[in-house]
């Protein structure tokens, strides 16, 4: 069974730091590009970055770059997103992706 659980989330004040993770199994985590997807209260889905399976090359959302660093530990299965100077525009539910498989989704609340 394919799971993607994620953690990490909170209540932080703006300009504070969050590091996210999503915890992998079911599926070979090495062989699949991971993505980051965002959803904000009464908004739809917003991609936030992507990790690629063989170089390990990255891509963030123009809002994000600078801020956030999106990691992969494919001993550990596991994806990471450290979130330093957050903004109360980050305010969302974060969720992990590969592919079609979801995490459930872990909240972060920046507070002005």
């Known amino acids: 069974e394919v799971q993607l659980v994620e953690s990490g989330g909170g209540f932080v004040q703006s300009g504070g730091s969050l590091r996210l993770s999503c915890a992998a199994s079911g599926f070979t985590f090495s062989n699949y590009g991971m993505s980051w997807v965002r959803q904000a209260p009464g908004k739809g889905l917003e991609w936030v970055s992507v990790i690629t399976s063989g170089d390990g090359s990255t891509r963030y959302v123009d809002s994000v770059k600078g801020r956030f660093t999106i990691s992969r530990d494919n001993a550990k299965n596991t994806l990471y997103l450290q979130m330093n100077s957050l903004k109360p525009e980050d305010t969302a539910v974060y969720y992990c992706?590969?592919?079609?498989?979801w995490g459930q989704g872990t909240q972060v609340t920046v507070s002005s």
């Open positions: 992706n590969a592919g079609s498989y």
